[in-house]
């Protein structure tokens, strides 16, 4: 058995191994936590955060997790979805790499046009967009509740930054 399979069984054995109590039985076969265990794999095999239009095992793991974020944010999850989801954050937290070079990459132009400019025409490397319009998508994602808590934190810490 691969490595990642190994983990995928690991956790689901944690989970489910309590025949005595039914709830959490018909909660941790429920289609929310195959999804939810399908992410954290997901997470460990690919070592990144789930995006949007991600698939893996026949889901759309990115298109879930970020309809779970807004969900996440608003508190409108189950109390034991939104432990899980809680507990996965900081591990998710650290996924961020193609995100925090993009934010790193923005700091660092706005740092030498001392936070004046904002991006006119800039392409981030390793996209196809300009440092304005990926700060137009944050906006957006942010309207939407899509970002996690330290990119919040980390787009606040710039100067002049403003959510609209």
């Known amino acids: 058995m691969e ?5 995928l069984n690991m956790v689901e054995q944690i989970l489910i191994h ?8 018909k909660l941790y076969t429920s289609p929310w936590i195959r999804h939810f ?19 893996y095992k026949g889901l759309q793991i990115g298109d879930w997790f970020s309809e779970q974020l807004p969900l996440f944010n608003k508190k409108q999850l189950s109390d034991n979805q939104y432990i899980h989801l809680a507990r996965m954050i900081p591990i ?8 925090g070079s993009e934010f ?4 660092l132009y706005l740092l030498r046009t001392e936070f004046q400019s904002f991006g006119r ?29 330290s990119e ?6 710039i100067p002049n930054w403003k959510w609209n």
């Not at 490595?3 to 983990?7: G, K, M, P, S, Y």
């Not at 800039?122 to 996690?148: M, T």
């Open 3 to 7: 490595e990642h399979e190994i983990f």
């Open 18 to 25: 309590d025949p005595e109590d039914e709830a959490k039985q």
């Open 37 to 55: 265990i399908t992410m954290q794999e997901f997470i460990y095999v690919f070592n990144k955060k789930p995006e949007i239009g991600d698939h």
């Open 92 to 99: 998710i937290d650290r996924k961020l790499s193609l995100w």
């Open 104 to 107: 790193t990459t923005v700091y």
């Open 121 to 149: 025409g800039y392409v981030i490397p390793l996209q196809e967009y300009s440092i304005r319009q990926w700060i137009k998508i944050q906006q957006k994602n942010h309207r939407e509740l899509r970002l996690l808590p």
């Open 152 to 157: 919040i934190d980390s787009l606040e810490s």
